[in-house]
């Protein structure tokens, strides 16, 4: 039979379904999947607090202790200018200081003043002085000169103990190399100084010596209008200080080589000498890094309290820590080459300036011989003691320079405040981990709650169904107890008990069959399901039974001759007449249909098994005969075969006017449902809807509640016509409910008649 494609109301414009967005995710609002799995969300959320109690109750209490350090700058310059004429502060130096707290010969220093066999915090601990930078803490204030050393220990006296053992030992090691920085400049230049000394007498001692000699110079001295000898003082001059700023420089170079090996030395040197605020990229860059590897390192403290020291988190922090520490390094070591390499171009651009004067001096001096030898040799012998003399007393003044200024740029470190044994733990923090535990908890809840309710494919309501298969729900039925060992009690529920709910579900669906499309149209339907155990062989009989009531004359063709069912439910013989004995002709087709108690009610059971049954339903016998059957019946009733299990279901599909798939509630799968329908819609099948089976008396999302408050029952009024009497059932309700819902059943008892007067 052809079907217009312009009948099946369940079709788009394009001929094919409707897409369906719910099938890729979730079918149902957040709300209403949250509050179905309320429970696990409370057992995960409880389970967080639970874990969270259990690990204040077994974490051993830490305690902290902080000492407050002043680190403050000598001399006048506090302040700089920044690029942009800004007057800013100059605070690099204390996250300087603050690695030098951090570092391994302070830690020593420190160790060595304690009793560490006695120190219940590094028992046990085979490296010491990491265990203690590991738990050592140091910040710097962000608006004043001051620096918190903090350490954290289970053990508060001991706390208190190493942290101030630490600060005593940064301040110790900071004076210590205080007085050997630029002490060292200074004893070079007295020993320079002493030897300028013994050369200025001997000069002196020359220059009175050739005075004496020549007698003629006391009367020929006059330099002030010689311009030759003018000029010569003026070079001797300059060589002078050519010749101091080399013996400058060769000190600085000198002294920059023996502390090449200690950059953070070498650096505070170089600022005391060049002046604060000339930083190089690499300066910068060192103050970031030694940032950076502080933050690291606090990083790394904290998730060793969380994690074992082999979790990968750590092993990442241990990575970026020693990157860190390496790219430090490296820093360190390019600065103090850098630094080394122009202390000694500065040394050597002093030799080549001091030589080139020299040349010059050289060249001035043999004019002034050849003007005046007497004159020009005294003169040399009072230039050469002026010289050195000159350069004596500037050695004089940059030793007192230097005496003075090795305050200047230097730290004045004052302990504020002195650690402390804590009086309360800092961790764990209860409420924090609390709260941490209870937000994870439901968190945790809730992602658990959403994957479960994806990863569940089952249909769990009409409006789910709807939405997910483009068809309209014909009807929902109840689940019905105590039969279900009992084949001919569930399909016969119809007939055996009219006044039951289930009975009026499948009145429901006969209604909505009568009125879903004509009776030309709907002649023939197929009842099938998408997978076995659906419990369409009971909605077919049960839907036959509601059909024949109406007045229609109705036939149930059990076409599954894999598992058939309706002779069971009908208590009849199918070994002897059935559909694959009259298609053998064995026996006539009117032999082969099997009359009810009920006037229009007839079965047409499978019969005997047979081999190819797929085969037989595509022969042309089988559309024959129901060609035939269809003008002697109102309405024929196949039960097919599931869609998904074989293909007879599709030949039966194509054949009829209408198929009607069978859902079981809480059950069938949105997979295995979409592809039942495109199946049956490959095959050009018109779906007149959906029928929800076995829908549990609490699944109100089906349309069915615990209870109706009213029951209905028909009998006879002596015309030959039903008619509803009321009665009270278990659990009333409000007469306002049962008035509407009696108002609703006669209207479908009018319908009821109308059919039958038709």
Request: with cysteine; hydrophobic share 40%.
């Amino acid at each position: 039979m052809a079907h217009d494609a312009t009948n099946n109301s369940v079709r788009d414009s394009s001929g094919g379904f409707p897409a369906v967005e719910s099938f890729q995710g979730l079918s149902e609002p957040i709300s209403q999947i949250l509050w179905r799995r309320r429970w696990t969300i409370l057992a995960v959320g409880i389970s967080a607090l639970a874990g969270g109690f259990l690990y204040l109750q077994r974490a051993t209490p830490l305690y902290t202790s902080t000492s407050r350090v002043h680190v403050e700058q000598a001399g006048p310059q506090v302040f700089e200018r920044d690029n942009s004429g800004v007057i800013t502060r100059w605070d690099n130096y204390l996250y300087t200081q603050a690695e030098r707290i951090k570092s391994t010969d302070i830690l020593s220093a420190a160790l060595k003043a304690l009793d560490v066999a006695n120190l219940q915090t590094l028992i046990n601990i085979s490296n010491p002085i990491e265990e203690i930078r590991r738990k050592l803490e140091v910040i710097v204030g962000k608006k004043d000169e001051i620096i918190n050393v903090s350490l954290m220990s289970p053990y508060p006296e001991e706390a208190a103990q190493m942290v101030n053992a630490i600060v005593d030992a940064y301040i110790t090691a900071h004076e210590q190399r205080k007085r050997s920085t630029l002490g060292e400049v200074v004893r070079i230049l007295r020993d320079e100084k002493a030897k300028r000394n013994q050369e200025i007498l001997g000069k002196l001692q020359a220059m009175m010596q050739f005075k004496q000699e020549n007698e003629g110079l006391a009367f020929g001295t006059d330099q002030d209008n010689n311009i030759i000898v003018r000029r010569l003082e003026r070079l001797s001059q300059a060589l002078t200080e050519a010749q101091l700023a080399t013996v400058e420089a060769k000190s600085f170079y000198e002294t920059a080589k023996k502390m090449a090996e200690e950059p953070t030395g070498l650096r505070q040197f170089i600022e005391a000498q060049r002046g604060r605020g000339t930083y190089s990229p690499s300066t910068n860059e060192a103050f970031s890094l030694r940032a950076e590897l502080n933050r690291m390192e606090r990083d790394r403290a904290d998730a060793l309290q969380r994690l074992r020291a082999d979790h990968p988190a750590v092993a990442a922090v241990n990575a970026d820590v020693e990157r860190a520490q390496k790219q430090l390094a490296k820093l360190d070591d390019e600065f103090a080459k850098s630094e080394l390499a122009a202390a000694q171009q500065q040394y050597l651009t002093a030799q080549e300036k001091e030589q080139e004067l020299r040349k010059c001096f050289e060249e001035q001096r043999e004019q002034a011989v050849l003007l005046n030898k007497q004159l020009t040799q005294y003169t040399l012998l009072q230039s050469d003691y002026e010289q050195t003399k000159k350069l004596c007393d500037l050695l004089d003044d940059s030793i007192q320079r230097l005496d003075v200024t090795t305050e200047v740029g230097a730290l004045n470190i004052g302990i504020l405040e002195a650690a402390r044994p804590a009086l309360k733990p800092s961790k764990p923090e209860k409420a924090k981990t609390m709260g941490l535990a209870l937000c994870l908890g439901l968190f945790a809840g809730l992602g658990l709650a959403l994957v479960r309710e994806w990863k569940d494919q089952r249909l769990r309501s009409t409006q789910e169904i709807s939405a997910t298969l483009g068809l309209p729900v014909l009807g929902t039925i109840p689940t019905m107890r105590g039969a279900k060992e009992a084949p001919a009690s569930r399909g016969q529920k119809v007939r055996t008990s009219p006044d039951s709910r289930e009975a009026e579900a499948f009145r429901t669906v006969r209604t909505a069959v009568f009125f879903g499309a004509p009776k030309e149209e709907a002649r023939t339907i197929v009842v099938t399901s998408p997978a076995p155990g659906e419990g369409k062989s009971t909605v077919a009989a049960n839907l036959g039974i509601a059909i024949a009531q109406a007045g229609q004359k109705a036939l149930i063709i059990d076409a599954d001759f894999r598992r058939p069912t309706q002779h069971k439910i009908f208590n009849l013989d199918r070994k002897t007449k059935g559909v694959s004995l009259a298609l053998a002709s064995e026996i006539t087709l009117e032999e082969a249909i099997e009359h009810t108690e009920l006037g229009n009610l007839d079965i047409l059971t499978c019969g005997p098994e047979v081999s190819n049954p797929a085969e037989m339903l595509n022969s042309e016998s089988f559309s024959r005969m129901i060609n035939k059957l269809s003008g002697e019946y109102d309405r024929i009733l196949i039960d097919s075969p599931p869609v998904a299990a074989v293909t007879d279901a599709l030949i039966l599909a194509a054949l009829c006017d209408v198929t009607i798939l069978v859902l079981r509630a809480e059950s069938s799968t949105r997979k295995v449902s979409m592809q039942a329908r495109e199946a049956l819609a490959s095959v050009d099948a018109r779906i007149l809807g959906v029928v929800v089976n076995d829908v549990s008396h609490k699944g109100g999302r089906y349309g069915y509640y615990s209870s109706y408050g009213y029951s209905y029952h028909y009998g006879d009024d002596g015309n030959g016509r039903r008619k509803a009497h009321e009665g009270r059932a278990t659990g009333a309700v409000s007469a306002s409910a049962a008035k509407s819902r009696l108002m609703r059943l006669d209207a479908t008892k009018e319908i009821d008649d109308d059919i039958i007067r038709k």
